[in-house]
């Protein structure tokens, strides 16, 4: 069975500090892998998604992220963090490439302080 | 960007009630989820449809559930006879033919049940 853990449930940094999400994944191929974001009483919006090819990928709103094989691993980065970006990321799996079910981690809730 | 729309935003029922929540799809998209969120949980995969039929269930999509696209236009998610622990929040998610691109997520409905 596939899973997602996202080892943080909470992290605070300042505003301007750079950030790095951890989400490591259990799957017996390679995934197709996307990260969320979701404001307080919002929607779900995809800020990235790996599928194939350069194991960088590039997000909305300055966000990256990379795949690691080896590590099963598929951390989001962003290199200085502002106030709005104040949010629960969720980390989520999908085995299919059409029929994407999602298999989400539980979430990382992050604080912004000035 | 295209939106997914829900309806309603906020929904309060007595248990033992239906309810019924509904989902304006994006035009061209085929596929459709239903995923829950229990308040301070992880997003946990529902239901998927396609072509008018449902192609993948989980667990916890029981025989109180049922999915439906009426007419082929609004996409529901009915509750039979809610009980207490439906209380939640209800995404729908669709994404277009051949997938790829991740989801696009309603704002959601927040379900309570009392």
């Known amino acids: 069975a596939q899973s997602v853990t996202q080892p943080d449930i909470h992290i605070t940094v300042s505003e301007g500090a750079s950030l790095e999400l951890r989400c490591n994944y259990s799957y017996g191929a390679t995934p197709y892998l996307f990260w969320y974001v979701q404001s307080p009483g919002q929607g779900l919006q995809l800020l990235l998604k790996?599928?194939?090819?350069?194991?960088l990928v590039q997000g909305i709103k300055g966000f990256e992220a990379e795949f690691k094989r080896s590590q099963s691993s598929f951390n989001l980065r962003k290199p200085s963090v502002h106030w709005s970006d104040a949010a629960e990321y969720f980390c989520?799996?999908?085995?299919?490439?059409?029929?994407?079910?999602?298999?989400f981690g539980t979430g990382t809730r992050l604080t912004i302080i000035p | 960007e295209p939106e997914v729309t829900q309806t309603p935003s906020h929904q309060v029922t007595q248990m033992g009630q239906e309810v019924i929540l509904r989902c304006v799809p994006i035009?061209?998209?085929?596929?459709f989820y239903w995923y829950r969120q229990i308040l301070g949980q992880k997003v946990e995969f529902l239901v998927s449809f396609y072509n008018n039929e449902i192609s993948e269930k989980s667990e916890i999509f029981d025989d109180q559930f049922s999915v439906e696209r009426p007419d082929g236009s609004n996409f529901t998610l009915k509750i039979r006879s809610t009980k207490l622990e439906d209380s939640a929040m209800y995404f729908c998610?669709?994404?277009?033919?051949?997938?790829?691109?991740?989801?696009?997520f309603g704002s959601g409905t927040r379900l309570t049940v009392v």
């Open positions: 989520a799996l999908a085995s299919n490439f059409g029929n994407e079910k999602l298999t």
């Open positions: 790996y599928f194939s090819g350069d194991t």
């Open positions: 998610a669709e994404h277009p033919p051949g997938g790829g691109g991740g989801y696009t």
């Open positions: 035009s061209n998209h085929l596929y």
